[in-house]
């Protein structure tokens, strides 16, 4: 039966954070031994509890997404100053525990204030970088898709340069045009004409299966159907390529 290993860097993370948290347990009770029954004692110990929570999860969170993290380092970066940030004011605002009774609804405030403006900036900040992903992603699909398209022009005109015929010069120079115009096309196709991508990558590799049969004599060899397969993908290809530059 398999089993399932944490990895070593989540394991010493953990073991950080539950010291952290043994730590702040007893470093409370230590000095504030008579406020235990206060509630800024309880409100100051859950803050710095949920900080050091929130810094830990960040901190994992990290160690397992480090490609993700290595693309969008400064928006994760500004995430986890703001953590800190808020860490370190929290832990500040403790010091005040034995003083914040005789202006309690002021110290609530205080934490209520500083919790919220972090939870905005925090919130921002994972919207922008869940954005910024999402764009990325679709790019580098709207490449991927172009660059196979490509490779499959790429591959038709290698076929049709192996056969011996006097259109050869005619096709070779249209797949070299088609080539081109695939080459200095926009790679980056929002997720509405996707479909245009999937239409261009499904003629061409119908083209190649044709050609592939021709050539190998189970059918008969018509430069005609090509041509005709090369100027319905030029068609669909100045649609997109249209189409793209209205949406932008």
């Known amino acids: 039966m398999a089993t399932h290993r944490l990895p070593l860097g989540k394991i010493v993370l953990l073991g950080l954070y539950l010291v952290a948290v043994f730590s702040t347990l007893i470093s ?73 009774d005789m202006a309690l609804r002021w110290f ?21 970088l869940r954005s910024a992903i999402a764009h990325e992603e679709e790019t580098s699909t709207g490449v991927v898709n172009l660059h196979a398209i490509e490779m499959g022009l790429k591959e038709l005109h290698e076929k049709i340069r192996s056969v011996d015929s006097p259109h050869r010069s005619e096709m070779e120079s249209v797949m070299i045009k088609l080539i081109d115009k695939v080459h200095y096309s926009d790679p980056v196709t929002p997720q509405s004409l996707s479909y245009m991508d999937q239409s261009l990558y499904q003629q061409i590799h119908s083209l190649i299966e044709q050609v592939t049969l021709m050539l190998s004599g189970d059918q008969e060899l018509s430069f005609e159907l090509i041509l005709q397969g090369l100027n319905e993908f030029s068609g669909t290809l100045a649609r997109r390529n249209s189409q793209l530059l209205i949406s932008k």
């Open 108 to 128: 609530i405030l205080l934490h209520v204030l500083t919790f919220a403006i972090a939870v905005m900036l925090g919130g921002l900040l994972l919207l922008f």
């Open 28 to 100: 409370f009770l230590a000095l504030y031994t008579g406020f235990v029954m206060t509630i800024s004692f309880w409100i100051s110990l859950a803050s710095v509890l949920l900080a050091e929570t929130v810094l830990w999860r960040y901190a994992d969170y990290w160690c397992g997404h480090v490609d993700t993290i290595k693309r969008m380092v400064p928006g994760y970066l500004a995430l986890g100053i703001v953590i800190v940030a808020y860490f370190v004011a929290v832990l500040a605002f403790s010091f005040l525990t034995g003083f914040a």
